[in-house]
């Protein structure tokens, strides 16, 4: 006997993709198990947290809102129409709904099943290019050229264009996998799985694959009694097993896994099952994958509640930062990266000391990053260095508007100090009333440094000459901003000092050539890497940048690349200061990463030889731009 019903649903799914690729009778076949969904307008069909249902969906009548929580208020980023799919998370990850789909007026569903759907996708390759095709390209279908460039409900993070890098970088997974014969006793390989803790072992022969057992193998065949468990592993190994090469991207992991249903793929040397074993991927590595994603850790930190949220995205940072060396990103992008995520994580604990207050704002503020942070060059976990600048008010409001934002402050930085930024030694943090102050005491407070120049004042200023805008009201920060350069205008004696202290720092050879390294106290015999080297550089483009008028460019890499810019007489040096900058950064990160500390002092005697010549070339451009300091400031009487 026929069914209406599952006729009717074919007859409007073979008008849209990917449905349009399969036949009348494998529509009607999937139509007979597919559940019809009513939704009443404003309604929530499933939220973001939400674990992923069995479930994906088409819109059959009425329209689906799909949004993100961005700065704690709902954004609608796309509108699922007649014919649209969504909800197509489960097909390609395990971890929860990303977005929110709530229904805009009332709408019909069709939802259908995942795992009937599923032999379809595999078997069908229009079909899967299509589901592919979409994920890929960020689109809830592909071949809509007006709507190209949404996005397809939930699988990925949206407006973060790092997300669809990140999909097309090769995945981490387990090199040296265990292996066992094919006449390896199955008590024995169970044994060794859970006593490695482990999901799957490959079968191999003379060291290429012939199969896998998996956990599941195990639960379905052996704990059920279908077999006993002192068979040889032969009889209930999945075969073949699934091989690809090495360098598999993200999403060609998944691609794979969903052609497949599976959840293992075996890593060989050409990617056949005809060379040697090189390696594992579970689903577990793509769900790691996932997590370390900087659109990810981004929307986690805006949805964090508490420090300790805050503190588990700054340690999944270290992950981002190894994985994104050991796939060659330039030192730069990751430092941009990870400068995101740190501004993200100072502004969230921003508003969480804000929430935590008893009252709000008394008047406009500023939150500012000052030093490495507000240069985006901290990438390992060092102290917290920042400001807080408010609006000028009456003189009889003033004390109580500046405890205010003290407290807060303080509120802040004891956040920042549970995620993993320590405190600063020397206290120049917003929490110290000599760095929490309105824009009239900012200005005033910078006029001293900048036309009475002394040793002290130069230090600070050197230090709050970097600082970037956190959260707040942006146009505070731009009055110091202006204030700043309207004194620093070709004032000679401010460059004076500021150029003598860029060069107290020299370039750290001797005079045979040989590494100036610390000759006492708990770093002896160590090469610090930052004051050294790296500051030096540091503290020459902030001079030049400052003496060019040149705003709103802080980090010194951009600083040198932009002075090449300008300078193209000059192009040569700053293009070479710029790669010495990021080659030293690349040190000392690694050298963080290795020693989890904060990679400031380099133990020479584990360099390569390669690497101690790498390091010394880094040198030269230091000497280099500081002579040219010192003909253009005409410093030779100060130095």
Same mark, same amino acid.
């Given at each position: 006997?026929?069914?209406?019903?599952?006729?009717?649903?074919?007859?409007?799914?073979?008008?849209?993709?990917?449905?349009?690729?399969?036949?009348?009778?494998?529509?009607?076949?999937?139509?007979?198990?597919?559940?019809?969904?009513?939704?009443?307008?404003?309604?929530?069909?499933?939220?973001?947290?939400?674990?992923?249902?069995?479930?994906?969906?088409?819109?059959?009548?009425?329209?689906?809102?799909?949004?993100?929580?961005?700065?704690?208020?709902?954004?609608?980023?796309?509108?699922?129409?007649?014919?649209?799919?969504?909800?197509?998370?489960?097909?390609?990850?395990?971890?929860?709904?990303?977005?929110?789909?709530?229904?805009?007026?009332?709408?019909?569903?069709?939802?259908?099943?995942?795992?009937?759907?599923?032999?379809?996708?595999?078997?069908?390759?229009?079909?899967?290019?299509?589901?592919?095709?979409?994920?890929?390209?960020?689109?809830?279908?592909?071949?809509?050229?007006?709507?190209?460039?949404?996005?397809?409900?939930?699988?990925?993070?949206?407006?973060?264009?790092?997300?669809?890098?990140?999909?097309?970088?090769?995945?981490?997974?387990?090199?040296?996998?265990?292996?066992?014969?094919?006449?390896?006793?199955?008590?024995?390989?169970?044994?060794?799985?859970?006593?490695?803790?482990?999901?799957?072992?490959?079968?191999?022969?003379?060291?290429?694959?012939?199969?896998?057992?998996?956990?599941?193998?195990?639960?379905?065949?052996?704990?059920?009694?279908?077999?006993?468990?002192?068979?040889?592993?032969?009889?209930?190994?999945?075969?073949?097993?699934?091989?690809?090469?090495?360098?598999?991207?993200?999403?060609?992991?998944?691609?794979?896994?969903?052609?497949?249903?599976?959840?293992?793929?075996?890593?060989?040397?050409?990617?056949?099952?005809?060379?040697?074993?090189?390696?594992?991927?579970?689903?577990?590595?793509?769900?790691?994958?996932?997590?370390?994603?900087?659109?990810?850790?981004?929307?986690?930190?805006?949805?964090?509640?508490?420090?300790?949220?805050?503190?588990?995205?700054?340690?999944?940072?270290?992950?981002?930062?190894?994985?994104?060396?050991?796939?060659?990103?330039?030192?730069?992008?990751?430092?941009?990266?990870?400068?995101?995520?740190?501004?993200?994580?100072?502004?969230?604990?921003?508003?969480?000391?804000?929430?935590?207050?008893?009252?709000?704002?008394?008047?406009?503020?500023?939150?500012?990053?000052?030093?490495?942070?507000?240069?985006?060059?901290?990438?390992?976990?060092?102290?917290?260095?920042?400001?807080?600048?408010?609006?000028?008010?009456?003189?009889?409001?003033?004390?109580?508007?500046?405890?205010?934002?003290?407290?807060?402050?303080?509120?802040?930085?004891?956040?920042?100090?549970?995620?993993?930024?320590?405190?600063?030694?020397?206290?120049?943090?917003?929490?110290?009333?000599?760095?929490?102050?309105?824009?009239?005491?900012?200005?005033?407070?910078?006029?001293?440094?900048?036309?009475?120049?002394?040793?002290?004042?130069?230090?600070?200023?050197?230090?709050?000459?970097?600082?970037?805008?956190? *959260?707040?009201?942006? !146009?505070?920060?731009?009055? &110091?901003? =202006?204030?700043?350069? #309207?004194?620093?205008?070709?004032? $000679? +004696?401010?460059?004076?000092?500021?150029?003598?202290?860029?060069?107290?720092?020299?370039?750290?050879?001797?005079?045979?050539?040989?590494?100036?390294?610390?000759?006492?106290?708990?770093?002896?015999?160590?090469?610090?890497?930052?004051?050294?080297?790296?500051?030096?550089?540091?503290?020459?483009?902030?001079?030049?940048?400052?003496?060019?008028?040149?705003?709103?460019?802080?980090?010194?890499?951009?600083?040198?690349?932009?002075?090449?810019?300008?300078?193209?007489?000059?192009?040569?040096?700053?293009?070479?200061?710029?790669?010495?900058?990021?080659?030293?950064?690349?040190?000392?990160?690694?050298?963080?990463?290795?020693?989890?500390?904060?990679?400031?002092?380099?133990?020479?005697?584990?360099?390569?030889?390669?690497?101690? *010549?790498?390091?010394? !070339?880094?040198?030269?451009? &230091?000497? =280099?731009?500081?002579? #040219?300091?010192?003909?253009?400031? $005409? +410093?030779?009487?100060?130095?």
């Amino acid at each position: 006997m026929k069914n209406s019903i599952a006729e009717r649903i074919a007859d409007f799914l073979k008008n849209f993709p990917p449905f349009n690729s399969l036949t009348y009778t494998e529509l009607v076949t999937i139509s007979n198990e597919i559940q019809v969904v009513h939704v009443e307008k404003n309604h929530v069909l499933f939220k973001i947290g939400d674990k992923t249902h069995p479930f994906f969906y088409v819109v059959k009548e009425g329209a689906i809102g799909l949004s993100v929580t961005s700065d704690a208020e709902e954004a609608l980023i796309d509108k699922c129409d007649e014919g649209d799919i969504l909800g197509l998370r489960p097909f390609f990850a395990k971890n929860n709904y990303l977005m929110t789909a709530k229904a805009r007026e009332e709408s019909l569903l069709y939802a259908i099943p995942i795992d009937v759907f599923k032999p379809y996708v595999s078997q069908n390759a229009e079909v899967l290019s299509f589901l592919l095709e979409s994920f890929a390209s960020n689109t809830r279908n592909p071949y809509d050229k007006e709507n190209r460039g949404k996005l397809i409900s939930e699988n990925v993070i949206y407006t973060e264009q790092s997300s669809e890098i990140q999909y097309f970088q090769p995945i981490s997974y387990t090199k040296s996998p265990i292996t066992a014969s094919r006449k390896d006793i199955v008590k024995f390989v169970a044994q060794t799985m859970t006593q490695s803790k482990i999901g799957s072992v490959i079968i191999q022969d003379n060291s290429l694959p012939v199969g896998i057992v998996t956990d599941k193998d195990l639960r379905s065949k052996i704990a059920t009694g279908l077999f006993p468990i002192d068979i040889t592993v032969d009889q209930i190994m999945s075969a073949p097993v699934i091989t690809v090469a090495e360098n598999i991207s993200i999403a060609e992991t998944q691609m794979m896994m969903l052609k497949h249903n599976v959840g293992h793929l075996c890593v060989t040397a050409d990617g056949t099952n005809k060379s040697k074993i090189m390696g594992i991927i579970s689903e577990h590595d793509v769900v790691v994958a996932q997590a370390n994603n900087p659109g990810v850790l981004l929307k986690q930190t805006k949805r964090a509640t508490r420090s300790k949220e805050l503190k588990a995205v700054r340690e999944k940072l270290n992950d981002l930062i190894q994985n994104s060396l050991d796939k060659n990103i330039p030192i730069q992008h990751i430092s941009s990266l990870v400068g995101e995520i740190n501004i993200a994580i100072t502004k969230r604990a921003v508003e969480l000391a804000i929430e935590k207050m008893e009252e709000q704002p008394p008047t406009r503020f500023a939150w500012m990053n000052i030093g490495s942070q507000g240069r985006k060059e901290q990438l390992l976990m060092t102290d917290q260095d920042n400001a807080l600048v408010f609006e000028d008010v009456e003189e009889e409001r003033y004390d109580d508007v500046k405890k205010y934002f003290l407290e807060l402050a303080e509120k802040v930085t004891k956040t920042l100090h549970k995620v993993g930024y320590e405190f600063c030694p020397a206290e120049m943090m917003a929490s110290n009333p000599m760095w929490c102050k309105s824009v009239t005491d900012w200005n005033k407070q910078y006029n001293s440094w900048i036309n009475k120049p002394g040793e002290k004042g130069i230090l600070m200023c050197s230090i709050f000459f970097d600082y970037d805008f956190i *959260v707040g009201y942006e !146009n505070l920060v731009d009055l &110091i901003t =202006d204030n700043i350069f #309207a004194n620093v205008h070709n004032n $000679q +004696l401010f460059f004076a000092y500021l150029g003598t202290d860029a060069l107290k720092n020299p370039p750290p050879l001797g005079f045979f050539r040989q590494f100036l390294v610390e000759d006492d106290g708990e770093h002896k015999d160590t090469f610090d890497i930052k004051s050294r080297a790296i500051m030096p550089l540091v503290d020459a483009a902030r001079l030049l940048v400052l003496s060019q008028d040149i705003k709103g460019i802080n980090n010194t890499y951009q600083r040198y690349k932009k002075l090449a810019e300008l300078e193209p007489q000059n192009a040569d040096l700053f293009e070479s200061c710029a790669e010495a900058f990021s080659t030293l950064s690349l040190f000392r990160t690694e050298e963080g990463l290795t020693n989890n500390n904060n990679g400031r002092y380099l133990n020479l005697n584990e360099l390569s030889k390669s690497d101690k *010549v790498k390091l010394k !070339n880094a040198f030269q451009p &230091i000497r =280099d731009i500081q002579d #040219a300091i010192k003909n253009r400031f $005409q +410093l030779t009487y100060f130095t």
